[in-house]
C-alpha cells in the first residue's frame, strides 16, 4: 500500500510491473464497469423479489432474464477479468520475468468482452440458454473459449519461462486456473448448448460445471492472490507450507465432486449426491489448511491489503464450513431451493472471490501505474462499505433462506403467504447490496482516476519486507 | 511441482477424474433410458409433448422461469411437496428422458410446476392465460406476452377478458399460447416402476430410483 511513505523503495516497481500496465489496467477497468453493472442488476433482481410489479413490464427486465444477466455479468465480467489480471501479474512477478506477447492479452481482452457484450444483448432478447452460470446464448461461447485462450498466453508463457526452478502456492492456484477453465468450459459448451446431454444428465452436467468453475476456477484465482499478498506484505513465511501442497491437490481432485449436492433429492441417481456429501466433508480439510497458510492476514498491522484479505479468507473458510453443513441431507431438505442458497453462492463470489480481488488490486494497481492511489479515505470507505454490505447482503438472505425454509415444508402454511414472512429480509439484503454497490461505484471511479492521473504523485512504497523466500 | 509434466497431468487428471465420474457414471447409467412402454394403456410414458408445447418450452427457457420454478417433486417423506399438493410420487429420471431442455430449478419462489398440468388452473387453457396476464401476489404479469389491438368487425375469440382502451382488446401473442400449451403439458403423474412410493420402512434402504 501506498499510504505510509516512509522510504522510496524504487526496487518495488520494476520493468515486471510497467511492461504490463496497459494490458492488465484494460482488464481490471472492463472488470470494474462489469461489477458496476452486475451490482445495478442485483439490487434491481432484490427489489423485484419484494415487490415483483418492478420493471415487469420490459421483457428485457423479466427478473428470469436480468438475474442471469446479472450473474453473466458477475462471473464473465468481473470475476473472470479481474482473475485474469491478478493471475497474469502474480506469474510474471514470481516467475521473474516481464510478460510477453501482452499483444495477445490486449486482442483477447476486446474481444472476450465484446463477446460479453453480445451475449448478455442475446439473453436480453430471448437467447438465452437457462443453465445455471451458462446463461449465454450459444453463439458467443466459441468465442469466448479463443479469447480466453488468448488471454491466458502470456500466463502459460511466464510459467513455463520462470527463471526460478521452485514455484509458489500462489502460483500452482493461477496456473491451475488458466489451465483448467478452458477444459470445463468446451465441455460444458459442447454437452448442454451443442449437443444437449438427454433428460437429467443436463443437470448432472450443469452441476458439476458450477461447481468446477467455483473450485476449479474462481476458487484457485482467489486463493493465487492471497497466498500472494500475505507472505508479500507481512514479510513472513507461511507457517505449516508444507501442507499448501496437499491442501492445493485436495481443492482440485474433490472439489468439483461436490457439484451434486444441489440435486439432493432431485431424480438422480442418488450416489451423485452421496459423494458430494463426503466430497464436501473432504474438502474441509482443505480449508483448514488455507486457514492456518494464511493466518497471517489477520495480523496485518493495518495494511488495508490485508483487511480486505483477511475478510475474504474468513468468508471463504466459513463458506466451505456451510457448503458441507449445508449439503447433509437434514439439513438440504429446509435449505434447498431457498434463498438460503443464493445466500452462500453470495458469500462465496461477493464475500470470498470479490474481496480477495479487491486487495489484490489495492496492491498491484500502484505498482503497474507507478502512481499512489489519489485518495485514501476512498479506500477506507470502499472497505467499510464491501464489508457493511456483504455482510448485510449474506446474513439477510440466509435468514429469508431460513423463514423460507421452514415455511415451504409447513404445508399448512398457505403458498402465497410466504412472500409476505420472506419481505423483511429481502428489504434488508436489497440495502445491503445498494450499500456495496455504492463501494464498488467507488472503487470503480478511483481505479479510473488513478489510471488517467499524470504522474502527480509517483508511488512510494514502505519498504519490501525481507523475506527467507522471496523471488520478487 | 518442479516438474512441469506431471503437475500439469495433476491438473488435468483433476478435471477428467470428477468429469468421468459424474458426468459419464451417471450417463453409463442413464444414458439408455426409455420410455416406459405401458400395455395395458398401448402407449409409452412420458408421452411426447406437443410441437406447439415444445414451443412453450422455449418460451418457458428463454424468459428464465426456471430462475423462480423447479420442476422436480421430492418423495413424499423428504419435504412437503406432496402435502402441498405438487406431486404424489418423486420425479425420476424417465419423467425427462423426451424434453429437449431439461429445467430442474433451483430456486422456489414459485410453487413446483413437474404436475402443474394436473391442477385446476392449467386445465382451462383461458384460465390460465389470462393468469399471466394478471399479477399476482409473488408473480409479475407478463403483459409483453400479448398485444393491444385495434377492434376491426367482430371482437376476437381469444382476446382477454380484460380491461383494454375503448375499441382496442387483449390477444396473446403466438409466444403466450405456446407457452400456456407448454405449461399444460407439464404433467409427470404416470407412475413408473421405479417411482412407486416405498413404504417407510422400505425407505432406510436406501433411495435408488
Known sequence: MTTAPQAANTAEVTEIDTSARWPLLLLLGSALLWLVLSGILALVNLMQLHTPEFLAGCSAMTYGRSSAIQETAFIYGWAANSGLAVALWLLARLGGAPLRSLNWVVAGTLFWNFALVLGIAGIATGDMTSNAWLHLPGYVLPMLLVAYGTIAVPGVLAWMGRRKEMTFAAQWYAVAALFLFPWLFSIAQMMLVFAPERGVLQALVAGWFVQGAWTLWLAPLALAAAYYLVPKVTGR???????????????????AWTGGR?????????????????SCALLLFHYIVVAVNLRGAFCGGGSTVLKFVAFGLVAYVVGGFLDAYTAMRGVAVHTQFTHFSEGQSQLALNGAFSMLMYGAIYFLAPRITGLAWPSVPMIRAHYAAALTGTVILVVTLIGAGCVQGHD???????????????????????AGQAILLLGNLLLATHLFWLAAAKAATPAVFNPAPTMEASVS | MKNGFTFFLGLFLAVALAWAGIVMGSHVQLGQLAPYFDENEGKAFPERMPGIAAQGQLVYQDLGCAACHTQQVRRPDFGSDKARGWGDRQSVARDYVSQAHVQLGESRVGPDLATFGARPLAVDATRLTQYLYEPHGGMPAYRFLFEER????????????????????????????SLVAYLQSLNNVYEYPEARPVEPAAAKEGESK
Not at chain 1, 409447513?410 to 436489497?430: K, M, Q
Not at chain 2, 385495434?150 to 399460447?177: F, M, N, Q, W
Open chain 1, 237 to 255: 513465511i507461511i507457517p505449516s507450507y508444507d501442507f499448501a501442497q496437499l491442501s492445493f491437490w485436495t481443492l482440485l481432485f474433490v472439489g
Open chain 2, 150 to 177: 385495434k377492434i376491426t368487425g367482430e371482437r376476437s375469440a381469444d382476446a382477454l377478458k380484460a380491461a383494454a382502451p375503448a375499441g382496442y382488446e387483449i390477444i396473446p401473442t403466438h409466444r403466450a399460447v
Open chain 1, 408 to 430: 415451504l415444508n409447513t404445508a399448512t402454511i398457505p403458498f402465497a403467504d410466504i412472500a409476505g414472512h420472506v419481505r423483511p429480509w429481502l428489504l434488508a439484503a436489497t
Open chain 1, 262 to 278: 444441489h440435486l439432493i433429492g432431485g431424480p438422480v441417481p442418488a450416489w451423485v449426491a452421496t459423494i458430494a456429501v463426503v
